[in-house]
Nanobody, 124 residues
Framework: QVQLVESGGGLVQAGGSLRLSCAAS????????SAWFRQAPGKEREFVAA????????YYADSVKGRFTISRDNANNTGYLQMNSLKVEDTAVYYC?????????????????WGPGTQVTVSS
């Protein structure tokens, strides 16, 4: 199994930037596809971005395209989500997730491994 923990969340004004990190331990991280999801109060957990284990394929929700960038450093067992031009509606708990299968990128149930989440709050 792989264990995940997020960091880098915090409070930022609209238009600002944050970089989230996902540190992995346990089994070799390079063999896992990884993704970011987020959940705002009263809303369902939603897909944000995903990246293949090789790093050669990336996928984004329409709401974050052009603003967020997902990446990974397999040598350091770490994934990243660079968030620019943040909006108030980006406020949520952000979760890192991982899977080995080739199932849909967009479905929470397809990811066996999750971090505990990190809070991102964007103020106007």
């Amino acid at each position: 199994q792989v264990q995940l923990v997020e960091s880098g969340g915090g409070l930022v004004q609209a238009g600002g930037s944050l970089r989230l990190s996902c540190a992995a331990s346990g089994r070799t991280f390079s063999t896992y596809h990884s993704a970011w999801f987020r959940q705002a109060p009263g809303k369902e957990r939603e897909f944000v971005a995903a990246i293949r284990w090789s790093g050669t394929g990336t996928y984004y929700a329409d709401s974050v395209k052009g603003r967020f960038t997902i990446s990974r450093d397999n040598a350091n067992n770490t994934g990243y989500l660079q968030m620019n031009s943040l909006k108030v509606e980006d406020t949520a708990v952000y979760y890192c997730a991982a899977k080995t299968s080739s199932t849909s990128w967009y479905t929470t149930g397809n990811y066996p491994y999750w971090g505990p989440g990190t809070q991102v709050t964007v103020s106007s």
